[in-house]
């Protein structure tokens, strides 16, 4: 078990753990993102099948093009489902310059095994981990769900190794952040104890 200091620093990674969406340019270094990698495979699964694989992507010519592909795969879906909150999100998607990764310099994929039970959990849990493991090294993150779109284009498929027996469950950013936003409030949370 946890020493007292231990618990009371793992709540505060919890707790200021938030998206980064500004990098700056600082490479990361191999043994963090391999640390970040050993945290996320500490996480539970059912089964205890460990469906996950990872594609370490420094490619930043790549992640462009992956992005280039899916911004307007995503003004189509956002303008079509018309729903509010999105009014941001696709008038930065409408700008040529925008990148979904922000210009981070590290995408890693996590990779969830097709055949087993849980993949999309389990390898959801572990990119919890490796986004906390993260913050705990001083290395700011975000899921960009939108990168999904991905798993449509057989071509970036190939570039990025993701094997046919896988699909993309996170795609997850990491880098040294630039400048950080504030942490969106949380609402309360609605709590029944039972009895
Ligand atoms: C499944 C999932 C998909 C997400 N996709 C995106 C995305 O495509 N682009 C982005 O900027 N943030 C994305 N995020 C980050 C959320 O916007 C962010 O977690 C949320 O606003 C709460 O902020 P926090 O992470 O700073 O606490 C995603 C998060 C999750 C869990």
């Given at each position: 078990m946890m020493t007292e200091a231990e618990s009371i620093e793992i709540f505060s990674v919890i707790r200021e753990r938030r998206s980064v969406r500004n990098y700056t340019d600082r490479e990361l270094p191999d043994e963090a993102l391999r640390a970040i990698i050993a945290a996320g495979i500490q996480a539970p699964t059912a089964l205890g099948?460990?469906?996950?694989?990872?594609?370490?992507v420094k490619d930043r010519a790549l992640m462009r093009r992956a992005s280039d592909y899916c911004k307007p795969i995503l003004i189509e879906k956002i303008e079509e489902e018309g729903k509010s909150g999105t009014e941001e999100f696709l008038?930065?998607?409408?700008?040529?310059?925008f990148?979904?990764?922000?210009?981070?310099?590290?995408?890693?994929?996590?990779?969830?095994?097709?055949e087993a039970v849980s993949s999309f959990l389990d390898c959801a849990l572990c990119a919890e981990n490796m986004m906390l493991a993260a913050w705990a090294l001083g290395i700011g993150s975000c899921w960009i769900g939108s990168a999904a779109l991905i798993q449509q284009n057989p071509d970036l498929l190939a570039a990025l190794k993701v094997p046919d027996n896988h699909?993309?469950?996170?795609?997850?950013?990491?880098?040294?952040?630039?400048?950080?936003?504030?942490?969106?409030?949380?609402r309360e949370p609605r709590i029944t104890w039972v009895p």
């Open positions: 099948l460990q469906p996950w694989q990872f594609v370490i008038a930065a998607l409408k700008n040529p310059e990148n979904i990764f922000y210009n981070a310099p590290v995408l890693i994929l996590v990779l969830g095994a097709r699909q993309i469950v996170a795609p997850l950013i990491f880098g040294y952040p630039a400048t950080l936003s504030p942490k969106p409030v949380r």
